[in-house]
């Protein structure tokens, strides 16, 4: 069973990933609870968080339409650096890496049927160290 949920985990953060590098809403919503909520614990209005709906419906499509928005400029690489499970519950690590930004991502998920869903999503940012 831990194998199965580890790739439904995998998938669903996939899901996400790909509607991300697309800018497609539609696509991130799939990977995400519908009452789900983004925090950015790098920035002071962190505690505010963005229901989920906004960032796919307004803040993805602000990036798409602009594109010279550094996120449109070159591709990220991700790595899945932690997964933890019990039952219906899991947290996922990952790091995200641009030549201008890391990002380091913390999920919550839950089992609804047999599909994961991320329920929250906190990641905090920092410029790569200058050389």
Same mark, same amino acid.
């Given at each position: 069973m831990l194998n199965k949920d580890k790739d439904g985990i995998m998938q669903t953060l996939q899901c996400f990933f790909a509607g991300f590098d697309a800018k497609d809403g539609a696509v991130v919503k799939q990977a995400?609870? $519908? *009452?789900?909520?983004?925090?950015?614990?790098?920035?002071?209005?962190?505690?505010?968080? /963005?229901? #989920?709906?906004?960032?796919?419906?307004?803040?993805?499509?602000?990036?798409?339409?602009? $594109? *010279?928005h550094p996120w449109n400029q070159e591709t990220c690489e991700k790595e899945v650096l932690m /997964?933890? #499970?019990?039952?219906?519950?899991?947290?996922?690590?990952?790091?995200?890496?641009?030549?201008?930004?890391?990002?380091?991502?913390?999920?919550?998920?839950?089992?609804q049927g047999d599909k994961w869903l991320i329920t929250c999503k906190v990641w905090h940012y920092e410029e790569p160290a200058q050389n």
């Amino acid at each position: 069973m831990l194998n199965k949920d580890k790739d439904g985990i995998m998938q669903t953060l996939q899901c996400f990933f790909a509607g991300f590098d697309a800018k497609d809403g539609a696509v991130v919503k799939q990977a995400f609870h $519908p *009452q789900a909520f983004l925090f950015n614990a790098s920035e002071e209005e962190a505690a505010q968080g /963005i229901p #989920i709906h906004m960032f796919c419906d307004n803040f993805l499509p602000f990036i798409k339409a602009n $594109p *010279q928005h550094p996120w449109n400029q070159e591709t990220c690489e991700k790595e899945v650096l932690m /997964i933890d #499970i019990t039952e219906d519950a899991a947290i996922a690590k990952v790091e995200w890496r641009y030549s201008f930004l890391v990002m380091t991502d913390y999920y919550t998920l839950m089992r609804q049927g047999d599909k994961w869903l991320i329920t929250c999503k906190v990641w905090h940012y920092e410029e790569p160290a200058q050389n």
